[in-house]
Nanobody
Framework: QVQVVESGGGLAQPGGSLRLSCAASGNIPKDFLAGWYRQRPGKERELVTT???????HYTDTLTGRFTIARDSANNTVYLNMNNLKPEDTAVYYC?????????WGPGTQVTVSS
């Protein structure tokens, strides 16, 4: 079993920055895909970005350049650096850990972008 916990959400002003963290613990395999998803108010959950064990990152086209994913494999932690935040980035952000056989989600962390 794998436990996933996000942190770092909160209130940011437009143009500001936040850094989200995702800590994975438990029976974690060496290889897994880590990803960040978000669910904006009234919308379905959507992919933000993923990163492989070899640190290959994929970004949703509309977010490229503002969001950056990073991975600390030694500590099983994944980060999402968000810059130039916009009100439309307001959402609950979820971390996902995907192994060969299972997919694990954290409870999410709220990000609100407002002046």
């Amino acid at each position: 079993q794998v436990q996933v916990v996000e942190s770092g959400g909160g209130l940011a002003q437009p143009g500001g920055s936040l850094r989200l963290s995702c800590a994975a613990s438990g029976n974690i395999p060496k290889d897994f895909l880590a990803g960040w998803y978000r669910q904006r108010p009234g919308k379905e959950r959507e992919l933000v970005t993923t990163i492989t064990t070899r640190h290959t990152a994929h970004y949703t086209d509309t977010l490229t350049g503002r969001f950056t994913i990073a991975r600390d494999s030694a500590n099983n932690t994944v980060y999402l650096n968000m810059n130039n935040l916009k009100p439309e980035d307001t959402a609950v952000y979820y971390c996902n850990i995907k192994t060969e056989t299972q997919s694990y989600w954290g409870p999410g962390t709220q990000v609100t972008v407002s002046s």
